[in-house]
T-cell receptor, first 111, second 113 residues
Framework: KNEVEQSPQNLTAQEGEFITINCSYS?????LHWLQQHPGGGIVSLFM???GKKKHGRLIATINIQEKHSSLHITASHPRDSAVYIC?????????????FGKGTKLSVKP | NAGVTQTPKFQVLKTGQSMTLQCAQD?????MYWYRQDPGMGLRLIYY???????DKGEVPNGYNVSRLNKREFSLRLESAAPSQTSVYFC????????????FGPGTRLTVT
């Protein structure tokens, strides 16, 4: 079964800390998404990547295709970064309807 | 440009009642999706529409039906609601498929008693 595992499940950090959230998957993929779910419930797409690295402001997403692993980094974390971060993977092959979501990492940044 | 809109935001149903969740997008996207989110589980796909005029089952389609009314609108119907359908429902859209960025609606919190 194609699976997506995220770690850690919960993460508490002090403001200003460098944060890393990990995502591992089981087989080859065509795309990997990082999403942010705000405390109010809304979901926003942060990155979509299939190789290499992407950066947007204080957020950096990397992917290692050989190791089947992606990381989301947050530099100089801030309390407003507190949210659930979700990794989702489009496994290679097959028709549409194949985006598999991780269970999320709940991040809390304390002032 | 509203993005993806969903109605209603909240709904309480009694077991056996029916209702339709509405979703619309104004980004001219081809693909639209309905997901449900339950505590301790990842988002799960209920139905999707790869393009106007087509719909297909996802991971958890039982108890639901969908209609892709036109390119903008994709509705989800519960014919006879059950407590197991208590969940938060999200509609999403993308240009074409899951290898493109997904845009999510604000969600509908549904409780079935």
């Amino acid at each position: 079964k194609n699976e997506v595992e995220q770690s850690p499940q919960n993460l508490t950090a002090q403001e200003g800390e460098f944060i890393t959230i990990n995502c591992s998957y089981s087989v080859g993929i065509s795309a990997l998404h990082w999403l942010q779910q705000h405390p109010g419930g809304g979901i926003v797409s942060l990155f979509m990547l299939s190789s290499g690295k992407k950066k947007h402001g204080r957020l950096i997403a990397t992917i290692n295709i050989q190791e089947k692993h992606s990381s989301l980094h947050i530099t100089a974390s801030h309390p407003r970064d507190s949210a659930v971060y979700i990794c989702a993977v489009r496994f290679r092959g097959g028709s549409q309807g194949n985006l598999i979501f991780g269970k999320g990492t709940k991040l809390s940044v304390k002032p | 440009n509203a993005g993806v809109t969903q109605t209603p935001k909240f709904q309480v149903l009694k077991t056996g009642q029916s209702m339709t969740l509405q979703c619309a997008q104004d980004m001219n996207h081809n693909s639209m999706y309905w997901y449900r989110q339950d505590p301790g589980m990842g988002l799960r796909l209920i139905y999707y529409s790869a393009s106007e005029g087509t719909t297909d089952k996802g991971e958890v389609p039982n108890g639901y039906n969908v209609s892709r009314l036109n390119k903008r609108e994709f509705s989800l119907r519960l014919e006879s609601a059950a407590p197991s359908q208590t969940s938060v429902y999200f509609c999403a859209s993308s240009v074409q498929g899951e290898s493109y960025e997904q845009y999510f609606g604000p969600g509908t919190r549904l409780t079935v008693t």
